[in-house]
């Protein structure tokens, strides 16, 4: 059994002058004390890499940073989905009997700690050295092919790609911590600057700085008990060129590992935390996990299913699109909204309830490295 | 002829771009390289219109499609511009060693 004990996110934007390490220091010590956890408690750490920090040990950095005295550490990297396989991972350590109190942590100055340029290469370089970087192929071209096949296939149109950036922004003008609040609408989306059709500026996330942290534990702890209920991953490939036919088979995989271990189906969620680097993302993983029928994601959000009142609420705080995204904290804060919201503690963004179940899912790469999990409050 | 290389598995007859010792779906070491014919249909296209590297950026932008190969295998290449879903292609190496993708 492992449960989410502790969270905690900073603001997601602009932290001039602050490095990764600095960052992460400020989320890991708010989440250990969320936990309410003596430092001394926190006997493990799965850290995410940062672009920005390119060291081959950041999770000594960070142990020797906060002074922990952990009996695992170590850095992780699944790009996107790190924060996701990292909380995975603690689960693991834990049913191990190797942990008791595991720390799951990412952030770095993306923004401001590198040029635009050195962020886009960075970046790019998930492409395949020899057959896709040399094209000219970034991540927003990865996933404007997927984007562009899955409107072929469904017969979704990009205004209802459009729809999903317009909720999360308006998801995050209720969060003092997000990136970006101006409130958009569908014509914003479509006039907004193409970056590779069909994927315009505003279906993209932006780049931020900040960080977040989980910790995960063996025992509930103070206040309401958010146990790991269900897991699941798969690898599907790396590169584009070898993604499956079927758009939402990785996301699939993960996730109907993850419901039948926790013993429950995609209706039974009442709360939804997912990844939504770009808003085909999120269009593809609603459909794929069985939230929304093919193609009708963008018309659903339109309709009011994924808000605050709606029947599967879904990224509170807005997600990467509007909150934000610093690399592996990233999603890690979707899992501070979840938990936030779950234990009644969202403040004027509460969903009524609080929400019984949740359901959390992140993608690497292009589509390629899944892992989703399910939360349940059992007390 | 002047088609993209792929590896082909002795045992099974699978092809594929990206280079490997074996075969991917069957674990054959029986791997030989064959040029593939280039005829086949766009899978996905994209318009770059902002490029990662500065250097790459042209008015208009330029032209991404994966393009599914008669052989089999999924393969990126530069596309001309205004390319559609399911168009029949060829697929040839550019000058510059890069794959292109023209209206068959």
């Not at chain 1, 926190?42 to 390119?54: K, S």
């Not at chain 2, 674990?27 to 014919?37: L, M």
Request: glycine share 12%; hydrophobic share 45%.
């Amino acid at each position: 059994m492992a449960f989410l004990t502790g969270v905690a996110a900073t603001a997601f934007g602009k932290h001039p002058g602050s490095d990764a390490p600095t960052l992460m220091e400020t989320a890991a010590r708010t989440a250990i004390t969320d936990a309410g956890l003596p430092l001394e408690a926190v006997d493990g750490l799965v850290c995410g890499y940062a672009t920005t920090f390119p060291h081959l040990m950041t999770a000594t950095v960070m142990v020797e940073r906060l002074g922990l005295k952990p009996r695992h550490a170590h850095q992780a990297a699944v790009g996107g989905a790190t924060g996701a396989v990292g909380i995975l991972l603690a689960r693991h350590l834990i049913a191990a009997g190797a942990c008791r109190h595991v720390l799951v942590l990412g952030g770095e100055n993306r923004l401001t700690g590198q040029s635009r340029d050195d962020a886009v290469k960075t970046l790019a370089g998930v492409g395949h050295p020899v057959h896709e970087v040399p094209l000219g192929a970034s991540v927003p071209a990865y996933y404007a092919l997927v984007a562009a096949r899955h409107l072929h296939e469904t017969g979704a149109s990009e205004g209802d790609l459009a729809e999903l950036a317009v909720l999360m922004r308006r998801h995050a003008a209720d969060h003092p911590g997000a990136q970006l609040t101006k409130p958009i609408g569908v014509d914003d989306v479509m006039a907004s600057k193409p970056v590779a059709t069909p994927l315009k500026l505003l279906d993209c996330c932006p780049i931020s700085d900040g960080a977040a942290a989980v910790v995960v534990s063996a025992e509930p702890g103070q206040g309401a008990s958010i146990r790991l209920a269900g897991w699941g991953e798969a690898h599907t490939h790396q590169h584009v060129s070898e993604m499956p036919d079927d758009l939402g088979l990785g996301a699939r995989m993960a996730a109907s590992a993850a419901f039948e271990r926790a013993g429950r189906t995609a209706s039974d969620m009442r709360l939804l935390g997912l990844y939504d680097s770009f808003t085909p993302t999120l269009a593809i993983f609603l459909e794929a996990l069985g939230f929304a029928a093919p193609g009708q994601a963008g018309p659903m959000a339109r309709d009011g299913l994924f808000g605050r009142d709606g029947h599967f609420p879904l990224n509170l705080h807005g997600g990467l699109l509007s909150y934000g995204h610093p690399g592996v904290a990233g999603f890690l804060a979707h899992v501070v909204e979840v938990v936030r919201q779950m234990r009644g503690e969202a403040g004027t963004r509460q969903v009524k309830g609080p929400p019984p179940l949740a359901y959390c899912h992140a993608d690497g790469g292009v589509f390629s490295s899944h892992a989703g999990f399910v939360l349940e409050r059992t007390a | 002829m002047n088609g993209p290389m792929l590896q082909s598995c002795g045992a099974c007859c699978r092809r594929w771009q990206f280079r490997r010792g074996a075969c991917p779906a069957c674990g054959s070491a029986e791997v030989s390289e064959i040029a593939a014919s280039g005829q086949g249909t766009v899978w996905s296209v994209t318009q770059v219109m902002r490029a990662p590297l500065s250097e790459l950026d042209v008015p208009g932008g330029y032209g991404i499609a994966l393009v599914t190969l008669v052989e089999g295998p999924r393969i990126m290449c530069r596309a001309e511009n205004g390319l559609a879903i399911g168009e029949r292609v060829t697929v040839t190496i550019r000058a510059d060693n890069l794959p292109a993708a023209t209206r068959a």
